[in-house]
C-alpha cells in the first residue's frame, strides 16, 4: 500500500539527477524541402518550420566521472543585454520535436529526400510559450558515451503547425549571461 504513495517520486527521479556537463551541438544542419536534393551544410543557426527541418550532432565524452542519463533540452536567452536572436512566426501551440537519427548524419551529402533515419518516435517535445520560457516534454536517455547523439527537429503533427517557424541562433552564454541560447545535451548523474 505504501509503495503507491511513493509512485510519483519514482517518476520524477530523472529530474533530481545533478547537472554534470553541457554540451552543445557540433553540427546543425538544414534540410530544406524547397530544394529537397541540395545539401546545405553545417550552419550556425537553426530553423524549424514546415518546410525546413534541422539535423543536430553532439559529441558525447566517455570521461566525465558520474554521467548516468542525458537530456536534450532547448533554451531561448532572454538576457537584455545579450538580444539572442530569434524569429517566431505562427499562432500557438509553438511546439517541435526532436526525434533520434542513426548516428550517420552526413553534413556535406544530406538532404531533405536523404538523411540517416529516424528511431523509433519523437523522444522530446518543446513548447515556445508566449514569455519565450521553453517547455520540454521527456528528453531523458542513456548517455552513448565517447561517441555521437543526434537527432532530427521537426514540427510536431501532420506536416506542422500552419505557419510555425521558429529560427535562432546557436550560442554557448554563461549563466550569468542568462544562459544558452539554443538545443543542449544535458549529462546528469
Known amino acids: 500500500m505504501h ?3 511513493l509512485t510519483p517520486l519514482l517518476f520524477a527521479l530523472p529530474s533530481l539527477a545533478e547537472l554534470l556537463h553541457v ?3 557540433h553540427l546543425l544542419i538544414p534540410l530544406n524541402k524547397d530544394a529537397p536534393n541540395t545539401p546545405h551544410g553545417t550552419k550556425t ?3 524549424v518550420s514546415a518546410s525546413t527541418w534541422t539535423e543536430i550532432s553532439f559529441d558525447v565524452p566517455k570521461d566525465i566521472p558520474g554521467v548516468g542519463v542525458c537530456r536534450l533540452n532547448f533554451h531561448i536567452n532572454t538576457f537584455p543585454a545579450k538580444n539572442a536572436p ?3 512566426k505562427g499562432n500557438a501551440p509553438h511546439s517541435f520535436h526532436a526525434s533520434r537519427l542513426e548516428p550517420t548524419i552526413d553534413r556535406d551529402a544530406d538532404t531533405w529526400f536523404s538523411h540517416p533515419p529516424v528511431v523509433g ?3 522530446t517535445t518543446f513548447d515556445i ?3 519565450w520560457s521553453v517547455s520540454t516534454e521527456g528528453g531523458w536517455f542513456e548517455c552513448p558515451y565517447g561517441t555521437v547523439a543526434q537527432f532530427l527537429l521537426h514540427p510536431t503533427g501532420e506536416g506542422g503547425q500552419a505557419g ?3 529560427k535562432w541562433f546557436e550560442l554557448n552564454y554563461p549563466a550569468v549571461l542568462g544562459g544558452p541560447h539554443g538545443i543542449t545535451l544535458e549529462m546528469h548523474s
Open 45 to 47: 543557426d537553426a530553423k
Open 129 to 131: 510559450q508566449e514569455d
Open 121 to 123: 518516435t519523437p523522444m
Open 164 to 166: 510555425f517557424s521558429y
Open 86 to 88: 530569434k524569429e517566431l
Open 3 to 5: 509503495i503507491l504513495t
Open 23 to 25: 554540451a552543445f551541438p
